[in-house]
C-alpha cells in the first residue's frame, strides 16, 4: 500500500468516516461511499493516477 500520507491526522480521518456512516442503511453506505470517491477523485483530477489508486484499492478487496 502506499505511503501514509495523513501522518497525525489519520485517526482523525478515519473516526470523521465513521461518523459519516453512522446510522446510514447498507445500501445508504454504499451510496455515500460512491458519492465520496466521485468528489475525491474530481480533487485529485488526475486520470492515471486515479487509475492507479483504483487499480492499488482492487488488490485489497475481499474475495
Do not use: C, P, W
Request: proline share 0%; net charge negative.
Amino acid at each position: 500500500m502506499q505511503n501514509d500520507n495523513l501522518g497525525v491526522e489519520g485517526d482523525g480521518i478515519y473516526a470523521a468516516l465513521m461518523a459519516a456512516h453512522q446510522g446510514l442503511t447498507e445500501a445508504e453506505s454504499h451510496a455515500l461511499n460512491a458519492r465520496l470517491v466521485l468528489i475525491m477523485a474530481n480533487e485529485i483530477g488526475d486520470g492515471q493516477k486515479l487509475k492507479t489508486i483504483f487499480s492499488t484499492a482492487g488488490q485489497y478487496a475481499e474475495t
